[in-house]
C-alpha cells in the first residue's frame, strides 16, 4: 500500500487511507457476503472490541486459544475512522462511512448544528432516518440475533446499525448461553452477532500496558475457548475486531481550549482525540486560517486536512463517490488525524471521563487500523 499521489508528505507513521486507489477495507467484506450469498449452516460472528491486530501478535502468551489458531487469522483493514461506531455500521452494511454517513464517535448533526453520539443518540434523533440505507438482514433471508450487553437494546447504534436483526442481551456472565440460545432461536441457517467490548472498556480506563488490559484480552481469549467448545458442531465462527489502540498520557495531550486563537474560528468539534472533526465558524477563509493554525501549533504531532483532501486521499470512501445531501453537512471542514501517542480535544466540551482516558484509537496507526479476521468451523 503507498500513499494517494493526492497528498504530498503522507506521513510514513500513518497508513495510506482505507480506500486510496483500488483499496477496500476488508472488515466490509465480512458480514455481508453471510447474507449476500448464504451457505446452509450457522454462523456466528464475535467482535472482539478494541483487539487490533498487532496487539493481539504483541500479547500471543495471554491468548492461547487465539494463538493455536494463528494459521487461520488473517489481518485486514478497519474504516476510518478506526473507531466502534463507524466500524460498526460499516460491518454490518458493507459501506463506507462515506455513504453510511457514521463519521466518528460524535458526528454533527446538519439540523441542529451540534455533534451526535453515535453510540447513544439523542431524544429526538431516528436511528432509521440518520442513516437509511437497507442493512443485509433486511434484504436477506437468513435469521439474525444480535447478542450484546443488555444495555445496548434499543441503542443510536443498534438502531443503526443492527436493523432487522432480533436483540438478545446478555449479562456479565452469561455470554456463552446466550450465543446459544440465539443460535438455537436464529435456526440451523440462522447468523448470530456478539460484541465483545471488555478489552476495549479495559483499555480506555487503564491503557494497553496495565494489567487490568491484560487481564481483559486473557479472558475474552478463554471466552473464544469456551465458544469453540460449546457451540453447536458445524458452526462457522468469524472472529475480528473494530480497531485497535494505542496508548496517550497528559504529557501528549492537546487541548484546544488552551488556544483561543483557533478556538475563535471553531463552531462545533466532533470526531475524537484522535481523529478530531471541526466545523468552521463561517466566514470566508476561516476554513483556511484553521487549517494552517492547526499545522502551525501540531507540526509532527498531527496530521491536518481539509475537507477537499479528505475526499480525494480516500479517507472515507473511495475517491469520486457521489456525497448525499444527508452526509454532506456531517462532513468536517478539517480533520485532524494524530500521530505517535498524540491526541487533541477541545476538552471544555467533554465531560472529564474524556481528559482521563488512557487508551485512545480513530487515526491510521497501525496499531489502531489493523484488526484480526479468524475463520474457522466448529
Known sequence: MTPPESLDGWPADLLPPPFAGTEHPGLLDVIPPLL?????????????????????????????????????????????PATTSSAMVSLHTGQPPLLHGVLGYLTRDPRTGRSL?????????????????????EH??????????????????????????????????D?????????????????????VDDVDHAGHRHGVDSERWRTALAE????VGTLLR?????????????????????????DLAAHPQLLRLIDEVAGEARTLALHAVPGE???????????????????VLRRA?????????????????????????????????????DFSRRPDTARRMIGVHGSLTSAEAWVPLLRTEI
Open 36 to 80: 449476500e450469498h448464504p451457505r446452509p449452516g450457522r454462523d456466528l460472528v464475535v467482535l472482539l472490541d478494541g483487539v487490533g491486530a498487532e496487539l493481539l501478535a504483541e500479547h500471543r502468551a495471554l491468548t492461547p486459544t487465539l494463538r493455536r489458531a494463528e494459521s487461520q487469522i488473517s489481518r485486514v483493514r478497519t474504516v476510518a
Open 117 to 137: 453520539n453515535q453510540l447513544t443518540g439523542a431524544p429526538g434523533t431516528d436511528p432509521h432516518q440518520w442513516m437509511p440505507l437497507p442493512t443485509p438482514v
Open 140 to 173: 436477506g433471508s437468513r435469521r439474525a440475533v444480535q447478542v450484546a450487553p443488555a444495555k445496548h437494546a434499543g441503542s443510536h447504534l443498534s438502531g443503526v446499525a443492527f436493523r432487522g436483526w432480533e436483540f438478545l442481551g446478555h449479562g456479565r456472565g
Open 175 to 195: 455470554r456463552v448461553e446466550a450465543v446459544r440460545t440465539a443460535l438455537h432461536r436464529a435456526g440451523p441457517d440462522g447468523l448470530v452477532h456478539l460484541h
Open 220 to 223: 475474552v481469549d478463554s471466552l
Open 230 to 254: 460449546r457451540l453447536p458442531r458445524g458452526t462457522r465462527l468469524h472472529v475480528t475486531a473494530d480497531h485497535g489502540m494505542v496508548d496517550t498520557s497528559p504529557e501528549h495531550t492537546i
Open 285 to 303: 477563509g476561516v476554513e483556511e486560517e484553521l487549517a494552517e493554525g492547526l499545522r502551525a501549533l501540531l507540526g509532527e504531532r498531527a496530521l
Open 309 to 345: 483532501q479528505v475526499l480525494a486521499a480516500g479517507l472515507l470512501g473511495p475517491v469520486g463517490t457521489a456525497v448525499s445531501e444527508r452526509v454532506a453537512g456531517r462532513l468536517p471542514d478539517v480533520l485532524v488525524l494524530t500521530r505517535g501517542r498524540w491526541s487533541i480535544d
